[in-house]
């Protein structure tokens, strides 16, 4: 007779954990997340060989690689960019002016351009390979948003063959800090 009063309280402890419930909750109103930035895969420099290269260029850039290092420009190769920071910022640019087409065209006056405000005009009266590079002010540029950067040539070769517009071989370009 000892297993009644285990019973007994087995029965209670059955007893005590149901409970009626009449209430009931709605589930939770359902929201989407907040939006966070706007990543750009688009960085602050580029080299012409970067696989991802094609992604930079606006205008006036061939698509195609050439020497595995660079690509021909025409008239006003523009390109696209997208900087973390405004402040202290240079602006560079590595390219070769050709000896055959500035027999042509002679010197080369190149303007260069960030979002449409004219940061310098240099000639250039030798062919060669030249880096271009200059400080930026700060107010021209927003930190996350698209920097477009043009160089803007005087004068280009015009090839008599196919009447391709020839500018300059551009390696790399961006902003340094």
């Not at 061939?62 to 190769?77: D, H, I, M, V």
């Not at 062919?127 to 948003?145: D, I, Q, S, Y």
Request: net charge positive; with cysteine; hydrophobic share 45%.
């Amino acid at each position: 007779m000892r297993s009644r009063p285990v019973l007994a309280a087995l029965l209670c402890l059955l007893c005590a954990a149901c409970v009626r419930m009449d209430e009931w909750y709605a589930p939770p109103m359902q929201r989407k997340p907040m939006a966070g930035p706007v990543v750009s895969p688009l960085r602050h420099f580029v080299s012409m060989n970067d696989p991802r290269a094609g992604d930079y260029l606006v205008r006036d850039v061939s698509a195609t690689l050439e020497g595995n290092a660079f690509r021909w420009t025409r008239k006003r190769p523009t390109l696209r960019f997208v900087v973390q920071s405004t402040e202290n910022l240079r602006f560079v640019m590595d390219f070769f002016l050709s000896p055959d087409t500035m027999k042509v065209t002679g010197p080369v006056t190149i303007s260069y351009y960030i979002n449409n405000h004219l940061l310098d005009r240099v000639r250039y009266d030798k062919p060669g390979l030249v880096h271009f590079e200059k400080p930026v002010n700060p107010e021209w540029l927003t930190a996350g948003a698209e920097t477009l950067v043009a160089a803007e040539l005087d004068k280009v070769y015009i090839a008599p063959a196919d009447q391709a517009a020839l500018g300059i071989v551009l390696s790399r370009a961006g902003f340094v800090d």
